[in-house]
C-alpha cells in the first residue's frame, strides 16, 4: 500500500512540505486550474510532476504523484446531451495523457450537478480543529429556502420539514450565506460555483431522468472508456456518491452493493474497479461496509480509510 495525501496543487493551502510531516510519500491530485470537459495534455500532465520534483531534494522524503483524484466527468456526459461525445473523446485521450506520464490510477465519480456535498465547511471540533460537515436538514434548508423549490412534501416527511423549519430559525444571515457557498461549489473539487439560479437550471436538466436513466448513461460511459484504460494499463476507480443518499431530487447511483455490481457486469475488466471510500459508503446506514470489501476486494483500485461510527436509528 502506498500511504498518500490529497492535495488540491500550488494554491492549496497545504504545502508539500506539510504532506512530508503527515508521513505520506504520494501525493493524490488533479488539475483543477482546467476547466471540466477539456483535455489535459501530455505537457499539462508534465508541468505538474515538475512541480513536485521541485520540491524535492536529496535531504527528505521525494514525493510522486501516484493517484489522480479526479478527471471530473461533465454533467453532459451524464445528460448524455449536447456535447456529449466530444466530452467523451477528450477523456479518452485525457487518461492516455496522464498514463504517458505513468501515472496509472485515476478515481473519479458520477454524481449529478454537484461533486461531493457538504453543508458546512468550517464545523469546530473540540479539538479546536476544522472540519466538513453534512447535515441532511440543511439540504432541505437549501431547497426550501434558498431554491425556493415547491412540492418538498413529495421526497421528505412532514416531520423532517417541520425540523427544517426550527433549524432555520435558529440560523444567522451567516450560516445562509456559508451553506449556500458549502453546497453551489465550495469545495475545491467542486465542477463550478453556481449561482441559485444556475443550479436551479441544473436540477431542471435532470428533471426527467430517473435512476434507470442515469445508471444507463454511467454504463454507456464506461463501456466507451475502459478500452482505453486497458490499453494504457490505467486502473480505473469509480468513487461511492458522496454522501449516497439522493439529494435535490436527483438520483444517486453508484451508492450500494447493488449499484457496484451492476457497474462491474457493464464492463467485465480489472481496469473497471472501485475507489473503496470507507466514510461515503459507511454513511448510508444499511450499508455494510465490510461486506462491501470482501465481495469487491479484487476490484477495488484506490482506498480511502476513514474512522466510522455509527449511531443506532
Known amino acids: 500500500m502506498q500511504n498518500s495525501f490529497r492535495w488540491y496543487g500550488p ?28 483535455k489535459w ?23 510522486k504523484w ?28 485525457t487518461i492516455a495523457n496522464i498514463a504517458a506520464n505513468n501515472i496509472n490510477t485515476i ?31 440543511q439540504i432541505i434548508i437549501f431547497e426550501m429556502y434558498i431554491l425556493k423549490l415547491k412540492n418538498l412534501e413529495k421526497r421528505y416527511s412532514n416531520k423532517q420539514i417541520k425540523n427544517a423549519e ?27 460555483k453556481y449561482s441559485v439560479s444556475e443550479f436551479k437550471q441544473m436540477l431542471s436538466a435532470y428533471k426527467d431522468m430517473d435512476n434507470i436513466d442515469i445508471k444507463q448513461n454511467l454504463r454507456e460511459f464506461i463501456k466507451e472508456i475502459m478500452p482505453v484504460a486497458e490499453e ?11 454522501p449516497p443518499i439522493p439529494l435535490f431530487g436527483v438520483p444517486r447511483i453508484v451508492s450500494t452493493m447493488d449499484d457496484y455490481q451492476y457497474i462491474f457486469d457493464s464492463y467485465d475488466s480489472p481496469c473497471n474497479g472501485m475507489t473503496f471510500c470507507a466514510g461515503s459508503l459507511a454513511s448510508n446506514f444499511y450499508n455494510d461496509v465490510y461486506k462491501i470489501f470482501n465481495k469487491f476486494k479484487k476490484r477495488i483500485n484506490f482506498i480511502h480509510l476513514r474512522n466510522v461510527k455509527k449511531r443506532k436509528r
Open 166 to 192: 426550527k433549524l432555520f430559525k435558529l440560523m444567522k444571515t451567516n450560516d445562509i450565506k456559508n451553506l449556500k457557498l458549502a453546497v453551489m461549489g465550495g469545495l475545491p473539487a467542486s465542477e463550478t
Open 107 to 137: 478515481c473519479y465519480n458520477f454524481m449529478p450537478i454537484v461533486d461531493w456535498t457538504r453543508t458546512q465547511l468550517d464545523f469546530k471540533l473540540p479539538t479546536d480543529g476544522l472540519a466538513l460537515k453534512f447535515n441532511y436538514l
Open 11 to 38: 494554491t492549496d493551502p497545504v504545502k508539500l512540505t506539510d504532506i512530508r510531516q503527515a508521513n505520506a510519500e504520494y501525493v493524490v491530485t488533479s488539475l483543477h486550474q482546467i476547466p471540466y470537459g477539456e
Open 66 to 93: 501516484n493517484v489522480v483524484e479526479s478527471i471530473p466527468v461533465h454533467n453532459n456526459i451524464k445528460l448524455r446531451t449536447k456535447n456529449f461525445k466530444k466530452l467523451i473523446s477528450n477523456y479518452k485521450d
Open 41 to 63: 495534455s501530455k505537457n499539462d500532465v508534465k508541468k505538474r510532476i515538475n512541480y513536485i520534483n521541485k520540491n524535492n531534494n536529496s535531504y527528505n522524503i521525494n514525493l
Open 232 to 242: 494504457n494499463n490505467v486502473k480505473m476507480g469509480i468513487h461511492p456518491d458522496d
